[in-house]
């Protein structure tokens, strides 16, 4: 586990030739550790790198800050979009990661931060994962998102984010020109087997989870 500067993270080289890598970011409470399980499970053979959010929420680490339960903090929310997106941008240096061939893979707080630095940065990362998204805020409307791919995974009966939100994500990002996949699974805002397999069969990879 390293800090550079102020982002604890945790990286893990792929298998040797491969040339695929994960970012993961946590949801509310969440860590790296956490992220570097899912991340094992998603792709076992990519290279993945996790950092830890730096905002505290009493003892839960989150990657921006907000007023109340889903009324984000927009201010906060685009500074440390810029910030993780400059720790990611070393972090490639550093640990030799081809930024075109990075999937950003974001749970909840993590996927949102995810939006905000492909909405900010679009450049730090070649595609995405969302997982249970909300909008942090609206992007410009100049953004250009071609060429990317995303998958978007909401659940019908979650109570954090709702179906609604989700599918306004995925038109929001669709309306950029990404290729956008979009599912609301039958599940609530925890992750489960499905969204596991669902990210699986999208990142082209094998879907049985590494033991």
Known sequence: MTSEPDFIHVFEPGEPGERRSLLLLHG????????????RMLAPGF??????????????NRFFRRFSEGVIDVADARARALDLADFVSRACGRYQLD????TAVGYSNGANMVTAMMFLRPDCFR???????MLPFEPDPELDLAGRRILVLGGADDQVVSPAEVERHVRVLNGAGAMVEGHVLPTGHLLGRRDLAAVRRWLGVSDQPAR
């Open 28 to 39: 509310t409470g969440g860590d790296e550790i956490g992220m570097q399980a899912v991340g």
């Open 99 to 102: 930024r075109d061939c990075l």
């Open 47 to 60: 290279g993945r790198l996790s950092p830890r959010g730096q905002v505290k929420e009493g003892d839960s």
């Open 127 to 133: 595609d995405a994962v969302l997982l249970r998204p």
